[in-house]
């Protein structure tokens, strides 16, 4: 007999991707709970942006910025 999450997971796969969609958001946000780390990464985020936008900095291709992190933590 399945448990309650098996059940649970058998009955949101046969939901349609958009509806896997909306409720995969829903739960991510139900799990970003501290209001305040939030708004932390907001506003490193806007900086990084701010920073992007004026020149101050340079955006890297995915390719090169996961290379050279995958170089500087081996393992």
């Known amino acids: 007999m399945p ?3 098996e059940a649970l997971q ?3 796969l046969r ?3 958009s509806d896997r969609s909306r409720l995969l958001e829903r739960l991510i946000v139900s799990l970003d709970s501290d209001a305040e780390v939030e708004a ?6 806007d900086a990084r942006e701010n920073e992007v936008n004026s020149g ?3 955006a ?3 390719e090169e910025a ?3 992190l995958e170089a500087r933590f081996k393992g």
Request: net charge negative; proline share 8%; hydrophobic share 60%.
């Open 3 to 5: 448990t309650s999450l």
């Open 10 to 12: 058998a009955e949101v």
């Open 15 to 17: 939901l349609s991707p």
């Open 40 to 45: 932390a990464w907001d506003a490193v985020a």
């Open 56 to 58: 101050a900095a340079s």
């Open 60 to 62: 890297v291709p995915l």
């Open 66 to 68: 996961m290379t050279r």
